[in-house]
């Protein structure tokens, strides 16, 4: 890719940048929206190695500290959230301090809770280093971490000041991972563009091979589709609820298997396929479209069916959903490719059916 890319998250009044581009770690134009006298840089001990040495060079004599946590989604707990504002205590942070986000998509919620938090809330910046938190997690300030109990129940809404996207960093990232990402893209299609998925469909061995053309297309649509989405409604009182597209059943199979089994796109992925067979059983959409969905996310490598689960065991974790109401699942089901909805009050013993047998 050559020149970056500019995209605007517009919040009525308030407004932040996404640059997507090859190199941006070591441009000095993130470092420029640092408004304060420290920075806490927030990574993990995988990325760590690759990428912070050339944050801290950005930071130059900035004061600032790092916090290094274990890689994976187990860590990403409350306990890990406290060492990050202890880090800023030590620091001395005041409120004009900024949390630098280095990392994956764990790395991003902690850190941004952690900014939501200090002070009642702090600048954030997002430099997401995998393809799931480029096209998604980096976007939208959802912020937070896991309980036993579930997925992303502790948290806040707390945006970025900015996000910086250098495509560079995903020449290291693990092909599993990779293709973890690669599910989210198709969720964007999935939901609100059959052209978009036509595209993938079209372009899924260049997005394979990791193509630079094929990826910014793809990473510039999912960020303008989700900075579209959070504009309108920031705080998912209606239509954000949408990208969680197979999310419901998704986070259910990851608190189920234990953080870290199932990669959070992969069980995304499973999820998006049982609430599209979820939606042809209901007679809402046609099974052709199931279909290519399944054949799409297996041409990235996705897995596609659940890991074996008890299915009374995920229900009783779905109904811990934030999309519930009143106890009754509120679920995210589909009319078939580009055409996702908001289903209230679905019957459990539909979805049983479909954790039963997909
Ligand atoms: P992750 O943060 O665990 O990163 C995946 C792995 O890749 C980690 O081991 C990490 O160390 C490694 N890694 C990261 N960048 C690398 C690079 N460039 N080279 C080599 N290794 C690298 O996982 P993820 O998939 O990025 O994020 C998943 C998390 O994002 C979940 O907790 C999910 O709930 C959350 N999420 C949040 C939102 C949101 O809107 N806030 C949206 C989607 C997902
Ligand atoms: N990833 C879902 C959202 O940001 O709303």
Known sequence: MSASIDIDVALGE?????????????????????RG???????DDRVAPLYLARVRDALGTLAHDAVVLPAGESAKTLDN???????????????????????????????GFAAA?????????????????????????????????GKNLVGAFHQPRAVFIDTATLATLPQREYAAGLAEVVKYGAIGDAAFFAWLEAN???????????????????????????????????????????????HALEAEQGYGALLHGEAVAIGMVLAASLSSRLGRAPAEDTERLLHLLSRFG??????????????????LDKKNVSGRLRLILWRGIGNAEIVPDVDDAAVRGVLAAP
Not at 14 to 34: E, M
Not at 215 to 244: H, Y
Request: net charge neutral; proline share 4%.
């Open 14 to 34: 308030r407004r932040y940048p996404i640059r997507i581009g090859a190199g941006l770690l070591d441009d000095g134009a993130w470092r420029a929206t640092l």
């Open 117 to 149: 938090t200090w002070m009642r809330g702090i600048d954030f910046v997002q430099l997401p280093t995998t393809l799931l938190a480029m096209v998604d997690s980096s976007v939208g300030g959802k912020t937070g971490v896991n309980l036993a109990a």
């Open 204 to 250: 899924a061995d260049a997005l394979n091979a990791r193509d630079e053309d094929a990826l910014a297309e793809a990473i510039a649509f999912s960020c303008r589709c989700k900075a579209g989405v959070v504009a309108r409604d920031e705080r998912e009182e209606g239509e954000r609820a949408l990208l969680n597209f197979g999310h419901t059943f998704g």
């Open 37 to 43: 006298r420290h920075a806490l840089v927030v990574t």
């Open 81 to 111: 959230a406290a060492r990050v504002l202890d880090a800023l205590a030590r620091l001395g942070a005041s409120r004009d301090a900024a949390v630098v986000a280095l990392g994956g998509g764990v790395v991003g919620d902690l850190a």
């Open 302 to 319: 996705l897995p596609v069916e659940p890991p074996r689960a008890e299915p009374d065991a995920l229900l009783a974790r779905m109904r």
